[in-house]
């Protein structure tokens, strides 16, 4: 992985634009990249995170013009397609991922100056003049993972939640929690400063170091455990916490990125005690429009994740520093 000088993208076709990138971030899922666990072509650019303003536009784009600012979705879809009709556009039929080379449909990325975006009129949205790119940047892939993940999660207001990972997604599910009107929200994690971030957004932090999730939940819920679980770890291990800290009859909401395919998964538990699991890539297009109508309004504060500001020449530190846990998110801008 390197920072390196290659030709601009241009335009394919008269609904793609062309977008100059004002602020990109380092996701999760990059660094699956960066470790080779996620198939990559040599020379591809990588990025799915990424803001900035539309500097051309194909004829047939109608939803933006030069000069807009725009925040991208991570994954593009094509809107016309069963799926897309039904509004399960992360089940596009053509679903293609932006940097993560040809295995994901050869789209460019965004840790670049410039990223063309196919189907622009769906898969970018238009940022309120009131928003700011750090507050921007996330709504296409790890605030609308977030909501999709307490979405799912079922939460009625005084419900109890448990999100397990406090890592940037983790965060994202906890801020978007709160929306719901729970009576409290555990953090488990076992990184201080994450913790220490997720205490400051109101969340009661639990370090499996310290005490065992399980029982300190059981201990604030008389025994019964957490209504709704949100998991965005996507380790087995993980999984099993979400399951062991929801109560009989509570719903697990997974959100993180499997990691270990071929664990066991514990359904005996999950049919024993009534659990309603779900999953899933996150449906993003069906969130961004709200989550930003809500950045504006002052309800959501997702640049709180940000620990590093990098110039996209920094880009090999910025990997360093996310993949050793130094930082919480690390921003780039070119
Ligand atoms: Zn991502
Ligand atoms: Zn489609």
Redesign the pocket.
């Known amino acids: 992985m390197a920072v390196s000088d290659v030709p601009g993208p241009a335009l394919t076709g008269p609904c793609d634009a062309l977008v100059r990138v004002t602020l990109s971030a380092v996701c999760g899922s990059d660094l699956h990249i960066y470790h080779g666990h996620s198939p990559v072509d040599e020379g591809a650019t990588l990025g799915h995170e990424f803001v900035g303003v539309v500097e051309q536009a194909g004829a047939g784009v109608r939803a933006v013009k030069p000069g807009d600012r725009v925040v991208a979705a991570f994954f593009t ?9 039904r509004g399960w ?1 992360s089940q ?4 293609a991922i932006f940097g993560h080379g040809r295995y994901f449909g050869g789209l460019g990325g965004g840790q670049a100056e410039r990223c063309v975006v196919p189907n622009a009129d769906l898969n970018l949205v238009p940022i309120p003049a009131g928003v700011g790119d750090e507050q921007a940047v996330f709504v296409g892939d790890i605030l609308a993972t977030g909501m999709f993940a307490a979405e799912r999660g079922m939460i009625c207001p005084g419900d109890t939640v448990a999100v397990v990972g406090a890592g940037p997604v983790g965060l994202m599910a906890l801020m978007c929690a709160q929306l719901y009107g729970p009576s409290r929200v555990f953090a488990i994690d076992t990184i201080g400063g994450r913790l220490e971030l997720a205490r400051e957004l109101g969340a009661v932090p639990l370090d499996p170091a310290e005490a065992h999730p399980q029982v300190e939940i059981q201990r604030h819920t008389g025994g019964a455990g957490a209504d709704a679980v949100l998991e965005c770890v996507g380790q087995i291990r993980a999984i099993e916490t979400a399951i062991n800290v929801c109560r009989g009859g509570g719903t697990v909401s997974s959100v993180g990125v499997p990691s270990e395919v071929n664990a066991d998964f514990p359904y005996f538990d999950v049919w024993n005690r009534d659990l309603t699991f779900r999953s899933g890539l996150a449906n993003v297009h069906a969130y961004m429009r709200p989550l930003l109508d809500m950045i504006e309004a002052g309800r959501l504060h997702p640049e709180r994740v940000i620990s590093h500001r990098l110039s996209l020449d920094q880009a090999e530190e910025a990997y360093r520093l996310f993949d050793s846990r130094e930082a919480t998110k690390v921003v780039l801008t070119p």
Do not use: Q, Y
């Not at 596009?92 to 679903?95: A, F, G, K, N, V």
């Open positions: 879809a094509c809107g016309g397609c069963r799926l897309c009709r556009w596009c039929e053509s679903r």
